[in-house]
């Protein structure tokens, strides 16, 4: 089993929609996660991490974390032509590394 | 703040030959930075643990023959790809940890670097 599992898309939403994106990971240590935004051939941006149950909200980007289920999401909300990109789920499992899905694609409309 | 420069940001080598590739951060001192490879279509991998003053820390099926690494200040690690093969041609990524950071788990990553070789 992978440590930390993404639908790799590609998921394609018109511009204006909301895209929502899915992780899960096998880890139940587990204490930090994060969202990375990867365009192509460039290295990952963070966009967000969370900590804590719930939801964490930054802008348009809302991260919502259920550690029971062992699930953690990312909604982008307006989408823009310019959110198209590969998203990335990261977890640290025990210590500071970082262990990363295989990321999902991203398609926004025009 | 918090910026992670790589350099080269692209290297062709001919099979057989040694790469060098330099991770800095450029406004904060590193002592964790971490090594990743990407192939296309893939996610990163992680491949080390670098630790200023120390040795790093291999993933498992990384041969630490093959990629040396060496981090000889708070600012600078690098790694070494040895008698380079086709198949290592990858976008090799570093990151890094503020030393000052506490318990924040967050990395910075710098731009990566292109390596092929023929």
């Known amino acids: 089993q992978k440590e930390v599992e993404q639908n790799s898309g590609p998921l394609s939403v018109p511009e204006g929609a909301i895209a929502s994106l899915n992780c899960t990971y096998s880890?139940?240590?587990?204490?930090?996660f994060f969202w990375y935004r990867q365009y192509s051939g460039k290295s990952p941006e963070l966009i967000m991490f969370i900590y804590s149950n719930g939801d964490k909200e930054d802008g348009r980007f809302t991260a919502q974390l259920n550690k029971a289920s062992q699930y953690v999401s990312l909604l982008i909300r307006d989408s823009q032509p310019s959110d198209s990109a590969t998203y990335l789920c990261?977890?640290?499992?025990?210590?500071?590394?970082?262990?990363f899905g295989a990321g999902t694609t991203v398609t926004v409309r025009a | 703040g918090a910026v992670v420069s790589q350099h080269p940001s692209w290297v062709i080598c001919k099979s057989g030959t040694s790469v060098k590739i330099e991770c800095r951060s450029l406004d904060f001192q590193a002592t964790t930075m971490f090594w990743y490879r990407q192939f296309p279509k893939q996610s990163l991998m992680l491949m080390a643990t670098?630790?200023?003053?120390?040795?790093?820390?291999?993933e498992q099926g990384v041969e630490k023959d093959k990629f040396l690494i060496n981090h000889a200040s708070l600012t600078l690690s690098t790694l070494t790809v040895t008698s380079a093969h086709p198949e290592d041609s990858s976008f090799y990524i570093c990151?890094?940890?503020?030393?000052?950071?506490?318990?924040?788990?967050?990395?910075?990553f710098g731009p990566g670097t292109r390596l092929t070789v023929t």
């Open positions: 990261a977890v640290t499992p025990n210590d500071y590394k970082l262990s």
């Open positions: 670098s630790n200023e003053g120390s040795k790093a820390t291999y």
């Open positions: 990151s890094a940890r503020d030393r000052y950071s506490g318990t924040s788990l967050e990395q910075y």
């Open positions: 880890d139940r240590g587990s204490q930090s």
